[in-house]
Every structure is written in structure tokens, then in C-alpha cells.
T-cell receptor
Framework: ETGVTQSPTHLIKTRGQQVTLRCSSQ?????VSWYQQALGQGPQFIFQ???????GRGNFPPRFSGLQFPNYSSELNVNALELDDSALYLC?????????????FGPGTRLLVL | GQQLNQSPQSMFIQEGEDVSMNCTSS?????WLWYKQDPGEGPVLLIA?????ELTSNGRLTAQFGITRKDSFLNISASIPSDVGIYFC?????????????FGAGTILRVKS
């Protein structure tokens, strides 16, 4: 158990809809990173939030957006869903304080877009 | 962009056998991480390597950080059924502020008892 929780566990949406995924970080952590994991692949970095600001972004379009709250929990929002957005969405929390930063993953939210 | 290449893609071994898998990159990494992912779960960190040449063990797992900083291997000794899962290597790509992790495509391990 990493102490990182995600909700919902599963979700089915249709093309064009919008979705919000949630992540609660491990106690004492100030950073949340989001990853997309397509079937049969390794996780791909979407973005990272540190102290409520975006702190780096991967190669994902602007319809992927996020928020981090004062308690360091986070949301991932995806607008105008496409079929290829079907994947496992993972969040990872960490303590960014200079030097090494170990990321601990939650169980993920499995999104299916029909 | 940066890419981590893992091999083999999958393995089907007998319980009790030793397992070896590796990860290579065209770029240098200053840290190598090995994660295991069980079905329906997120990746769990097994071993972290921080220095070139470093050899680190965690129970039956041993991992090494290659001297060139462009490769790493993970060995599992005397495999058991609960070793089944997907093993990922990962390395942090330093951004302006924080790290993003770059992952390989994974090695699928199946164990027959």
C-alpha cells in the first residue's frame, strides 16, 4: 500500500464527453504526477503538479488539464474524449525537496471511451 | 525522445528458476528504477539505483546500474508464483523543476509451478 488513492476505479465514457479523475497523495508529499498507460505499454508522463502549479508537461494536447489543491490532492481533466484516450490513468505522489524524488503510484483509474 | 528498451518482452519460466531482464537507453540516466505492476494495480517500486556500477539487492531481487549509465539489469533468483507480473525499468528525466519518469515497455513474467 503506497497511501496514494485514486477515484473512480473504472469509468466508461463516450467520445466527445469530458472526464475528471481524482488522486489523493500520500501524507507529507507535495507533488503529484499523472501518467497514461495504454494496454501493453509503459506509463507515459502527462504532467506534474507541485504546490498547486503545473511543473512540467509531457507530449499531451491541451485538452488534458489538471489541478492541485492546497491539501496536495489533484484532478486530471480530459475534454473532448477520443477513443485513443482509453487507458489506465495513474497518479504518483512524491516529495519534491531537492535531490532524489521517489514517486509512489496509486492503483489507477481505468477509462474506457466508446 | 528518450526511450528505454526492455528485453525480453516476455518470459515463461519454471518455478525455482532464476530470471534476468535488462533495460537499455540511447541516453544517460543518473538514476535507474525498477517497478513491478500486478494486474489492476499501479507500479510498485522494487529497487532504485543512484550510482553507476552500483549493485543493489532487495531479497531475491538484484539490480545493477551499468557503468555507461545507459543500461541496467534486474535478476530474480529462485522465482515463485507471486513473481508473476510486469516489470518496468524507469529513469527520471530532469525537467526545469521536477522529474518525469520515462518507462520502458515492460517485461511480462509468467511462472509455471
Amino acid at each position: 500500500e503506497t497511501g496514494v488513492t485514486q477515484s473512480p476505479t473504472h469509468l466508461i465514457k463516450t467520445r466527445g464527453q469530458q472526464v475528471t479523475l481524482r488522486c489523493s497523495s500520500q501524507s507529507g508529499h507535495n507533488t503529484v504526477s499523472w501518467y497514461q498507460q495504454a494496454l501493453g505499454q509503459g506509463p507515459q508522463f502527462i504532467f506534474q503538479y507541485y504546490r498547486e502549479e503545473e511543473n512540467g508537461r509531457g507530449n499531451f494536447p491541451p485538452r488534458f488539464s489538471g489541478l492541485q489543491f492546497p491539501n496536495y490532492s489533484s484532478e486530471l481533466n480530459v475534454n473532448a474524449l477520443e477513443l485513443d484516450d482509453s487507458a489506465l490513468y495513474l497518479c504518483a505522489s512524491s516529495l519534491l525537496a531537492g535531490g532524489e524524488e521517489t514517486q509512489y503510484f496509486g492503483p489507477g483509474t481505468r477509462l474506457l471511451v466508446l | 525522445g528518450q526511450q528505454l528498451n526492455q528485453s525480453p518482452q516476455s518470459m515463461f519460466i519454471q518455478e525455482g528458476e532464476d530470471v534476468s531482464m535488462n533495460c537499455t537507453s540511447s541516453s544517460i540516466f543518473n538514476t535507474w528504477l525498477w517497478y513491478k505492476q500486478d494486474p489492476g494495480e499501479g507500479p510498485v517500486l522494487l529497487i532504485a539505483l543512484y550510482k553507476a556500477g552500483e549493485l543493489t539487492s532487495n531479497g531475491r531481487l538484484t539490480a545493477q546500474f551499468g557503468i555507461t549509465r545507459k543500461d541496467s539489469f534486474l535478476n530474480i533468483s529462485a522465482s515463485i508464483p507471486s513473481d508473476v507480473g510486469i516489470y518496468f525499468c524507469a529513469g527520471p528525466k530532469l525537467g526545469e523543476y521536477g522529474n518525469k519518469l520515462v518507462f520502458g515497455a515492460g517485461t511480462i513474467l509468467r511462472v509455471k509451478s
